[in-house]
């Protein structure tokens, strides 16, 4: 390529002229139409023909002479009808050359001005054909069509961007920001962009608004939500991410008040053991609306006859129907400081289901015989018909017990089966639980709850009796069902109990995992031979699909297989896995919530263990754990110390303390 032709290459998406000035080893030392003077591989030029010739005058005058070769050419492209020429070509379906092309526009011999106007309109232009240097190939009918709603799109979208970021920077500067018509969709862009990030199918689009309007702040952009009113200051943005439904479907909502509506009609209990003599009582919180166990109390003569009746939720909801799978959905209620999501609608959990003081109800009850020193000589499951007498709060009972002679029994009975648990090996941890409540005005109050109240300890140990005996019931009469069990732990700081926070804490890091199977087998931590759990069937999955199988052996319904359990458990295993996030999660948002309004206010501290650089420490009266650095302090585990809430934020999911001294 010698010096003095002129040729074209691409730079920056925009055609430049120059004149050939230099070719040594495959490279051109160029001087182009911007007057400077560049290196080019020949591979980078596309287009050469005709020579400039002002090349041996002036370097400014070989420079006009470019820039006016440019010129012609630009106006010589916009001398051509692409849509014309398409329209004409496009055919042929076949490669087409430059020459060929310019040929159906310019008259013969087509000039290098010319041939250079035709790739330069392909080239501002790709709809109607597609380019490789010097040859074009025209598009289809229905490209064109395609890439003329793309370009349309393009520009909707441009034009979105545009609107959305002077929307989203007038809301940031408005106190009481209002949304039109047009920019409704923005909100609902940003928040879905908030809640999954990437994987928002709006992300690039709102991500654009956002730059557009200047903000990167995952923070700015969830204030500006709740300013927008998108979503609240506490929103729980773990149900959005994982797809947790609030709400039932309408037929789900309608089956279930029929069922409520049509109790009587539905439920006939003639067939069942009457125990509606039997004075039966329930013991919940205060604030429970879905009872679904209770506990009956008979002597005769020197022995006790205990009663642990459950609700019969599979007497009301068939296997398969639209409640079923719903439920199955939910896997369980999820129980938080500021919302209850129940797992069955509330015509069923709170009615229908619910064993209500004065309504007659469906239940599966285990009926245990015991001696004058509360031990167990026989047991029985009956499908029965109860009416419960009274309903009590743990607080009720706890106040009672030693004036009413049965619920004192019903202690005694409960304290000799945890002793007996106890002597087989059960690992018995306990620990505070501390509840979050938010009061009708807001406020958030903090309470800790002894599971070791008389009340507490006798309902729990009563539900793992009623358990342990289903599943020995079940296990007896080779029924499969979901089957608990748990290994030995990997070590044991104590025997029996302890009432040494530290050793419980540190005891509960050495427990395995428990076990689901569709077989029976040894539960380490409970110190029993069997274990299911079928006692709160409203409220969890894994209940309901037992007392199924225990229904079927008492005639009631058909069983599930083996195959169906197993795939049961696999079914409920990311529903049951979000639950317990959620649960836990909520309960920390809104303790730190609460220390957010606490800032300066000193709590006492337990050691737990030393790290490398760190210590862990649990804030015991919230029973939250926290990495202290080990910076300039000689701490051991099992000290106790004062700490100072240093900063909390429940969004962020942060909260740091310092030393009090």
Excluded at 1 to 15: F, L, S, T
Excluded at 503 to 511: A, F, P, S
Excluded at 633 to 640: A, M, S, Y
């Amino acid at each position: 390529m010698k010096p003095g032709i002129i040729v074209e290459y691409i730079d920056q998406q925009q055609i430049v002229c120059a004149v050939v000035v230099e070719f040594k080893n495959n490279r051109l030392t160029l001087v182009n139409e911007f007057d400077r003077e560049v290196n080019q591989s020949v591979a980078r030029i596309f287009f050469a023909q005709g020579e400039l010739p002002e090349f041996g005058s002036s370097r400014e005058a070989i420079v006009a002479a470019l820039k006016a070769t440019s010129e012609r050419r630009r106006n010589l492209t916009e001398s051509i009808d692409l849509k014309e020429l398409w329209e004409l070509v496009n055919a042929e379906n076949e490669w087409i050359d430059l020459k060929t092309l310019a040929e159906y526009r310019f008259p013969m011999p087509v000039t290098a001005d010319q041939t250079s106007a035709m790739i330069r309109a392909v080239f501002a232009n790709r709809l109607y054909f597609k380019f490789d240097h010097t040859r074009f190939f025209p598009n289809t009918p229905e490209q064109v069509e395609k890439i003329l709603a793309q370009a349309e799109e393009e520009k909707r979208r441009k034009r979105l961007v545009e609107q959305g970021g002077r929307f989203i920077k007038s809301v940031l500067n408005d106190p009481v920001p209002t949304v039109p018509d047009e920019y409704a969709p923005i909100p609902k862009i940003l928040k879905s962009i908030y809640i999954y990030d990437k994987d928002s199918p709006h992300y690039a689009l709102g991500k654009d608004m956002l730059t557009e309007a200047g903000i990167s702040s995952s923070t700015v952009i969830f204030k500006l939500l709740v300013k927008l009113g998108a979503i609240s200051e506490d929103e729980n943005i773990d149900l959005y991410r994982m797809e947790i439904p609030r709400h039932f479907p309408d037929d789900v909502l309608r089956l279930a008040e029929g069922m409520n509506v049509h109790l009587s009609s539905i439920s006939d209990l003639s067939n069942r053991e009457d125990y509606t003599h039997v004075r039966v009582i329930t013991i919940d919180g205060q604030n429970t609306t879905d009872f679904d166990d209770a506990l009956s109390l008979e002597r005769i003569g020197e022995s006790f006859v205990l009663g642990i009746h459950i609700s019969d939720v599979a007497h009301l909801i068939k296997r398969d129907d639209a409640i079923d799978r719903r439920a199955a959905a939910r896997g369980a209620s999820i129980y938080m400081a500021d919302d209850k999501i129940p797992m069955l609608p509330p015509d069923i959990s709170e009615s229908a289901a619910s064993l209500k003081q004065g309504e007659m109800r469906p239940a599966i009850s285990v009926i245990v015989t015991l001696n004058r020193f509360f031990e167990i000589k026989d047991y029985e499951i009956l499908a029965t018909r109860i009416r419960v007498d009274r309903q009590l709060s743990y607080s009720e009972v706890n106040a009672t017990a030693n004036e009413d002679p049965d619920l004192d029994v019903l202690i005694k009975i409960a304290k000799a089966f945890r002793e007996k648990r106890l002597s087989l090996g059960a690992t018995h941890i306990t620990l505070p639980e501390v509840n979050v409540f938010i009061d009708d005005s807001g406020e958030i109050l903090i309470s800790r709850v002894d599971r070791e109240s008389p009340s507490r300890m006798m309902v729990a140990e009563m539900m793992i009796m009623a358990n342990w005996m289903m599943a020995g019931f079940l296990a007896r009469n080779n029924v499969p069902a979901i089957f608990r069990s748990q290994q030995e732990p990997k070590e044991r700081l104590y025997r029996g109990e302890s009432d040494s926070l530290f050793l419980n804490c540190l005891q509960r890091k050495y427990v395995n995992r428990a076990m689901i199977s569709h077989k029976s087998a040894f539960h380490a931590g409970l110190g029993l031979d069997a274990y299911v759990t079928a006692t709160s069937p409203i409220r969890r999955y894994h209940d309901l699909v037992t007392q199924r199988q225990i229904r079927a052996i008492l005639g009631l319904e058909e069983p599930y297989s083996a195959a169906d359990i197993t795939r049961i458990t696999q079914v409920l295993e990311t529903p049951i896995a979000n639950v317990g996030k959620i649960q836990f999660n909520r309960r920390k948002y809104w303790l730190l919530k609460y220390l957010e309004n606490h800032i300066g206010a000193k709590t006492p501290g337990l050691v737990l263990e030393r790290r490398k650089n760190s210590y862990t420490v649990l804030l015991t009266e919230y029973m939250l754990e926290y990495s202290l650095p080990a910076s300039g302090l000689k701490l051991k585990p099992e000290d106790t110390l004062s700490l100072v809430i240093q900063h909390a934020n429940a969004r962020k999911d942060s909260f740091s303390v310092y030393m009090g001294y």
